[in-house]
């Protein structure tokens, strides 16, 4: 099955994604969709808290589904502005539009360069389907 990978986001192994906002400093993290196909059905998510920071390489919360329990890892060091509680309500819904309405959380970021070592499109898609 072929699975989109946005151009415009940088990738982590751990299969998170970060859509960068370089004007606001804001970073926007998700899972990417090979990463929802893996798992299966999604039954529960733990983010955390607004006003929380967030370690480059840290777990920041989980993804459980009915096969497994995953460890979210942030692509870089900052604050929690926002994290997406209707997905805390259906995290289902998390598959729908990972891209999109199926972010995780929004970080402002203490320094962008954390990114610089995380992947590009074709650099994960080269890893997950290689």
Known sequence: ???EYPDSLKYLDSHEYARVDEEEGIVTVGITAF???QLGDIVFLELPE???TVEK????GTVESVKAVEELKSPLHGEVLERNEAL?????QIGD???GDGWLIKVKADNLEDLEDAMSAEE???QVEG
């Open 88 to 92: 805390m309500e259906t995290p289902e």
């Open 1 to 3: 099955m072929a699975f």
């Open 57 to 60: 390489g840290e777990s920041f």
């Open 50 to 52: 607004v006003g929380d």
């Open 35 to 37: 990463a929802i196909d």
């Open 97 to 99: 539009d990972p891209y």
């Open 124 to 126: 994960y898609k080269d």
